[in-house]
Nanobody, 119 residues
Framework: QLQLVESGGGLVQAGGSLKLSCAAS????????MGWFRQAPGKEREFVAG???????????YYAAAVKGRFTMSRDNAKNTNYLQMNSLKSEDTAVYYC?????????WGQGTRVTVSS
């Protein structure tokens, strides 16, 4: 069982950067594929980025087309935390950002962290 707490959101100007964190409780954090998701006002929640274990024992990342090249997801299993570095932010990145397993599980949705990008 995991408990996930997102942080790091805020107000930033277009072109700026933010780094989100997702702190997890649970000793099996490292075994989960994790993802970041977001929900913009009036829209459905959508996938943003994911990180999964590779067959060689490391991890690989994958991204939604809208954020590829601008966002970078990483994880630190020793700290039970994953991160989303967001660069070159655009107004359309404004949303509440959530972390969850990937694929997401209903029981793990948290409060999220709000990101507002002003143009």
């Amino acid at each position: 069982q995991l408990q996930l707490v997102e942080s790091g959101g805020g107000l930033v100007q277009a072109g700026g950067s933010l780094k989100l964190s997702c702190a997890a409780s649970g000793r099996t954090f490292g075994s989960y594929s994790m993802g970041w998701f977001r929900q913009a006002p009036g829209k459905e929640r959508e996938f943003v980025a994911g990180i999964s274990r590779s067959s060689t024992g490391g991890y690989y990342t994958y991204y939604a087309a809208a954020v590829k090249g601008r966002f970078t997801m990483s994880r630190d299993n020793a700290k039970n935390t994953n991160y989303l570095q967001m660069n070159s932010l655009k107004s359309e990145d404004t949303a509440v950002y959530y972390c969850n397993t990937d694929p997401p599980q209903t029981k793990y949705w948290g409060q999220g962290t709000r990101v507002t990008v002003s143009s």
